[in-house]
Antibody, heavy 120, light 107 residues
Framework: EVKLQQSGDELVRPGASVKMSCKAS????????MHWVKQSPGQGLEWIGT????????SYNQKFKGKATLTADKSSNTAYMELSRLTSEDSAVYYC?????????????WGQGTLVTVSS | DIQMTQSPASLSASLGETVTIQCRAS??????LAWYQQKPGKSPQLLIY???SLQDGVPSRFSGSGSGTQYSLKISSMQTEDEGVYFC?????????FGAGTKLELK
């Protein structure tokens, strides 16, 4: 069974950074890209970017370049996203999500989400 | 970026009623479209991909159709468990983009 287990909710100060994780199980981690999606309170969904763990290649939504950094650790089957210089606009739930099949841009598997609250 | 416009923003339906949700892309996305359902406090769930392919485990009352810039999701017989928010997503070009969502409630 494919599972994506995300790290716990975070309360962070404005201007700080936060790094969250997404541990994958139930499949070969390097066979699929991992995507990250933002959902602001009561809002829709925004695609942040993706990483291909096999070759450590990333692609970002231009809107999140400089804000988000995606990495992956093949030894622990874990993907990471770091958000920097946080503001109130970054308060949201962040999801990791895996493709339904390799190379197809449809997200069949989602983590439970990490809530990031930016507040002083 | 490709803009995805959903309509209506919300609707209510009775048990057994047929429901249709529309999604329009700002350019031709060549059937590169998916539909998701999200319930309160939960992660989105993939329903349809490639405009009309039903994801494994999704009830057959859900169906998708469309081409070019116009797509639709149909629920053939509304059930209690179908309440939630529905999003469309284009997967043709980076950045992948989502519609704003359609909130479906039971009447």
């Amino acid at each position: 069974e494919v599972k994506l287990q995300q790290s716990g909710d975070e309360l962070v100060r404005p201007g700080a950074s936060v790094k969250m994780s997404c541990k994958a199980s139930g499949y070969t981690f390097t066979d699929y890209a991992m995507h990250w999606v933002k959902q602001s309170p009561g809002q829709g969904l925004e695609w942040i970017g993706t990483i291909i763990p096999l070759i450590d290649t990333t692609s970002y939504n231009q809107k999140f370049k400089g804000k988000a950094t995606l990495t992956a650790d093949k030894s622990s089957n874990t993907a990471y996203m770091e958000l920097s210089r946080l503001t109130s606009e970054d308060s949201a739930v962040y999801y990791c999500a895996r493709e339904v099949y390799y190379g197809l841009p449809w997200f069949a598997y989602w983590g439970q989400g990490t809530l990031v609250t930016v507040s002083s | 970026d490709i803009q995805m416009t959903q309509s209506p923003a919300s609707l209510s339906a009775s048990l057994g009623e047929t429901v249709t949700i529309q999604c329009r892309a700002s350019e031709d996305i060549y059937s590169g479209l998916a539909w998701y359902q999200q319930k309160p406090g939960k992660s989105p769930q993939l329903l349809i991909y490639g405009a009309s392919s039903l994801q494994d485990g999704v009830p057959s009352r859900f169906s998708g159709s469309g081409s070019g810039t116009q797509y639709s999701l149909k629920i053939s017989s509304m059930q209690t468990e179908d309440e939630g928010v529905y999003f469309c997503q284009q997967g043709l070009k980076y950045p992948y983009t989502f519609g704003a969502g359609t909130k479906l409630e039971l009447k």
